[in-house]
């Protein structure tokens, strides 16, 4: 039996609330750091063979040829069921029809006469795909992921994942045909620390990328930010945590579908967290025993259990105050299930994907309602925003300047830089126009040169 603490929101101090908001403390936070940067070392110096060395430590396996040939590809991609095959199929189209209106345009704006400015965009020459494995391998990911990298037209696609059991190259035919859809071939057995030091820095099997794309363990995650900061590295999708969702029900809400809402996260980890916040204690009451009532049928309900653990049950006064608690909180996943779902909607404004509806399961958006599922956790939604088409691309900008442009804006950029002491700035404005001046002179005294006469 479930045994969750309900907490009064009113009742709380400001310390209070604090410590009830805070996530878990992640296992070994304080370790990983050098325990991370002892892996991206290992790869760095010594490439593929650091790379089969943790296959054999952290997956078991004893041997690993890291590249997934096409042949085995295939060998896998026969065991798929149609009925799979079908669902990914739907999931595809369905995200591929939402990410493809997020294509971004180009801009050209004449900002003053002559002055031409533009801002165009470079999809990123190659990139790399993370898609967890383990227990739960994810070809929902791959879709995230590979639909916006097939949109941009990225030349290089290459997706790594933990190597299969027994056999490395057992890897679920559900992430090679959602990869296959995608236009990848390039796939590797590797995961981990490792395989996000592989993708940053190159081996010989493995190519470097420009940016590295999907969630992963606390492993994974730190890895990804170590290689960002470092100017030889990677450039990275966003920072991340453990999966989590906070769900604002009323007495309206059926405690069967938030019950199955919060287990459906508790699910994916041990150190996943979930949050309801409800201003019925009748609400949360019957959401607690249908919880318990689900957990009985499903196969992960030890993990579940663990993750609610640490899951927090909210009682407020009011909605209005459900959402100011929500923003504090900044979830990655927010379910609203109550009678004032539109008008509560414009005042949640920390959270990375929202679900609007009784009909609405976070489910929806994690495999085929057409949204991005990787998303900012552990708090960092309230800076970071959810996957997008637009996280493929490079943005920069183009100004072209005619005489007429430079003699418009030139004296306000003199002023400008000399009042900010850059000399330099200010002459390689004035050079300019002492040139055109010049040449208006020259133009003019030959204008006042008398014709021959016959």
């Not at 031409?116 to 929902?140: M, N, Q, R, T």
């Amino acid at each position: 039996m479930l045994e969750v603490r309900i907490s009064v929101w009113a009742e709380l101090d400001e310390d209070g609330k604090k410590r009830l908001l805070a996530r878990p403390k992640l296992k070994n936070a304080d370790d990983l750091p050098e325990q991370v940067c002892s892996i991206i070392k290992a790869v760095r110096n010594t490439g593929d063979k650091a790379l089969r060395f943790y296959s054999q430590k952290f997956d078991a396996v004893d041997s690993n040829e890291l590249v997934l040939s096409k042949s085995l590809q295939q060998q896998q991609l026969a065991k798929l069921t149609a009925e799979r095959k079908a669902a990914i199929d739907l999931a595809y189209n369905n995200i591929r029809a939402f990410h493809s209106a997020q294509l971004p345009k180009d801009i050209k704006l004449e900002t003053s006469p002559g002055v031409l400015c533009e801002l165009k965009h470079a999809a990123f020459d190659s990139v790399g795909l993370y898609i967890p494995g383990g227990s739960a391998p994810l070809p929902s990911t791959v879709l995230m992921l590979g639909v916006p990298a097939q949109l941009a037209n990225c030349r290089r696609v290459v997706l790594v994942t933990p190597p299969g059991q027994p056999k490395a190259s057992d890897i679920a035919p559900e992430i090679i045909y959602a990869a296959q859809l995608c236009g990848i071939s390039e796939i590797y057995t590797v995961g981990g620390a490792q395989a996000i030091a592989a993708l940053a820095y190159g081996t010989d099997s493995i190519a470097k990328v420009d940016k590295i794309f999907g969630p992963g363990n606390r492993f994974v995650t730190e890895a990804k930010q170590q290689v960002s900061k470092d100017p030889l590295g990677a450039a990275i999708d966003m920072p991340a945590g453990p999966s989590e969702v906070l769900v604002i029900a009323d007495a309206a809400a059926s405690p069967a579908f938030v019950a199955a809402d919060l287990l459906s996260q508790a699910e994916h980890g041990v150190d996943s967290q979930v949050v309801l916040i409800s201003d019925s204690q009748e609400l949360l009451d019957d959401t607690v025993q249908a919880m318990n009532e689900q957990l009985l049928k499903l196969p992960r309900a030890i993990i579940a259990k663990k993750a609610i653990d640490h899951s927090r049950f909210i009682l407020t006064t009011d909605l209005e105050t459900a959402a100011i608690v929500s923003n504090l909180y900044a979830p990655e996943h927010l379910i609203i299930q109550t009678n004032q779902d539109q008008q509560l909607l414009p005042k949640l404004t920390n959270a990375a994907s929202i679900f609007v509806g009784a009909w609405t399961p976070e489910s929806a958006g994690d495999y085929a309602s057409g949204t991005n599922h990787v998303l900012p956790t552990y708090g960092y939604s309230r800076t970071h925003s959810s996957l997008s088409l637009l996280d493929f691309y490079r943005r920069y900008t183009v100004q072209t300047i005619s005489s007429q442009g430079i003699r418009a804006i030139g004296p306000a950029i003199i002023t400008l830089a000399s009042a900010e002491g850059l000399t330099a700035h200010a002459n390689a404005v004035k050079v300019r126009l002492t040139a055109l001046e010049k040449q208006s002179k020259q133009s003019s005294e030959f204008k006042q040169i008398p014709a021959a006469s016959k």
